[in-house]
């Protein structure tokens, strides 16, 4: 059987690599992170954080062609929370071509206080394993985790509240505000993929969204403090349980 630790930058799939490293030191686990090539900077630096602290090496796959390939074979149709061909073509084809036929275990960071589950291979050969569920391990347990280990929290969760690429259209209206404000170059780029009605918000343009941009900061720290718009609240732009399941693990 081979033991693969599916990573997304996120803090609960590195907490789970923390974890399942101290707890079954005499396991060979393999560590992969599927690599769109759309990442954000923060998440190539904690990954590489992760490797040197735990003193892993993490398997990066990715589907040796870029975002662009996909979107031009999409007619320029953007992924979606209806439509998630991104997740499908440059995640989870790439980690099947690297499990192959192989009996593998696959673990999942889904947290026992989470009501949801996460990418489930339709391949025979693939054991999906949830410690933290078995286990108990809620939110908090992540957090002493994580401190303890001396990884802490990616950066990008001072303005955003889950991995994934820069564009995902799971983002809130404010995490694109705040997307500009962080690396207004890759706003730029997304802005570039919206053509007609293709726009990665339903009904309003990255372009609107600039102009309405202060609107959008005054309404969200209005209805939540600075201290708590920095955790994942539920929020009318918010898709947590319907987020990419193999993005955010």
């Not at 998440?43 to 040197?52: A, D, G, S, V």
């Not at 996909?70 to 690297?98: D, H, Q």
């Not at 391990?137 to 994934?164: A, F, M, Q």
């Not at 997304?190 to 609107?215: C, H, P, Q």
């Amino acid at each position: 059987m081979r033991h693969i630790v599916n990573l997304s930058g996120g803090k609960d799939s590195t907490a789970l690599a923390v974890y399942l490293t101290k707890k079954y030191p005499n396991v060979k686990y393999e560590y992969v992170f599927c690599d769109t090539g759309c990442e954000l900077p923060e998440t190539y630096e904690y990954l590489n954080k992760i490797e040197k602290v735990l003193g892993i090496y993490i398997v990066r796959l990715n589907s040796d062609k870029p975002f662009e390939f996909y979107l031009e074979k999409m007619n320029g149709y953007l992924p979606s929370v209806f439509a998630r061909w991104c997740t499908r073509e440059m995640k989870i084809k790439p980690w099947e071509r690297y499990v192959g036929d192989d009996n593998v275990y696959s673990y999942i960071a889904i947290r026992a206080d989470e009501d949801r589950k996460g990418y489930i291979s339709s391949k025979k050969n693939v054991h999906t394993v949830y410690p933290f569920i078995e286990d108990g391990i809620c939110i908090g347990d992540v957090e002493k985790i994580l401190l303890e280990s001396e990884i802490g929290y990616p950066t990008y969760y001072e303005w955003r509240s889950r991995s994934g690429c820069y564009f995902c259209m799971f983002q809130r209206r404010i995490e694109w505000v705040n997307l500009y404000k962080y690396h207004p170059e890759l706003f730029k780029k997304a802005l570039v993929f919206e053509k007609d009605n293709f726009t990665w918000i339903k009904g309003m343009s990255l372009l609107d969204l600039l102009y309405r941009g202060k609107e959008i900061e005054e309404r969200y720290y209005k209805k939540h403090s600075k201290k708590d718009a920095k955790k994942e609240i539920e929020d009318e732009d918010d898709y947590n349980d319907k987020c990419c399941l193999i993005c955010s693990l």
